[in-house]
């Protein structure tokens, strides 16, 4: 056997002795990458990386911190970030379908199905009143999105201040759809 195909080997034993986990390191991910798409390690953890970075699927996010000063050297630490397992399977079959990424983006999956247009407009309605209850307010966006991105990050979760800013920006739309005449 070569040595290309010693590697293929070593990489499927890997990935069999991962696939029972919940939850995945981003290096780890990288490896599901390499054997299912047949790219190599570093562009596939690149792949991995700049996914979780523009929200194509969930992931828990901790940044790389630099031991000695204790400052963010970058925004997310393949070694310490992780993501489950299912989510990243859900992802790759999207990948191999050839779905493109605005398809899936559109239909963002709640619930085993996608969310229509009414479920989405109700539920920019209900963050609007929930934010306004924080005093929030959502017709600024940008000042918005980062305090709302402080507030989930209490949470434990991740979603990126340019996510929030783009899905607030809906949100006029969104209720003069349910404002009553």
Do not use: Y
Request: proline share 4%; with cysteine.
């Amino acid at each position: 056997m070569n040595s290309a195909g010693r590697r293929a080997n070593v990489l499927e034993q890997r990935i069999n002795g991962l696939r029972h986990r919940d939850r995945l390191t981003l290096h780890e991910a990288a490896d599901f990458v390499e054997e299912r798409l047949g790219t190599f390690s570093d562009a596939a953890l690149r792949l991995v990386i700049e996914s979780v970075e523009a929200n194509k699927f969930p992931a828990h996010i901790e940044p790389e911190i630099n031991s000695w000063q204790g400052t963010v050297v970058r925004p997310v630490d393949p070694d310490r970030s992780t993501v489950a397992t299912a989510d990243l399977l859900a992802w790759l079959d999207m990948l191999d379908s050839g779905k493109s990424t605005k398809q899936t983006e559109r239909a963002a999956d709640v619930g085993g199905r996608p969310l229509g247009e009414r479920e989405r407009t109700t539920l920019l309605v209900i963050i609007a009143g929930l934010a306004k209850e924080a005093k929030i307010d959502v017709l600024k966006p940008s000042k918005a999105g980062v305090e709302i991105e402080q507030l989930i990050a209490r949470t434990g979760a991740r979603v990126a201040c340019r996510t929030i800013e783009n899905h607030l920006k809906r949100i006029p739309e969104a209720l003069e759809k349910l404002t009553t005449p």
